[in-house]
């Protein structure tokens, strides 16, 4: 079984400004995305408020992930789970 032999995805995404240098990307919403990651749960997408605001509900069904206190960040983020629409 596939699923056995690979763990479980997660990720996070935020929108904004970013620099890129040699092949990487610097900035706060770079530092956000990697907070973001860090908490999320496996097989979860997690976003902030700009990406949720910016993809739309056509092709994503969102849930709220409620308020999260991240690192180097100093006050709660509201936060957003990200499905395909369509999926539970």
């Not at 997660?10 to 610097?26: E, V």
């Not at 983020?77 to 369509?86: I, K, M, N, S, Y």
Request: proline letters at 6%; a positive charge; charged letters at 30%.
């Amino acid at each position: 079984n596939e699923g056995e032999r690979f763990p479980s995805l997660h990720a996070g995404a935020a929108h904004g400004q970013a620099l890129r240098r040699w092949g990487d990307y610097y900035g706060g919403p770079v530092n956000l995305a990697a907070r973001l990651t860090e908490r999320a749960r496996p097989s979860a997408l997690i976003t902030d408020m700009a990406v949720r605001e910016r993809a739309g509900d056509d092709a994503f069904s969102w849930s709220d992930a409620g308020l999260k206190k991240l690192k180097g960040i100093s006050d709660p983020l509201p936060v957003f789970r990200c499905r395909r629409a369509g999926r539970s």
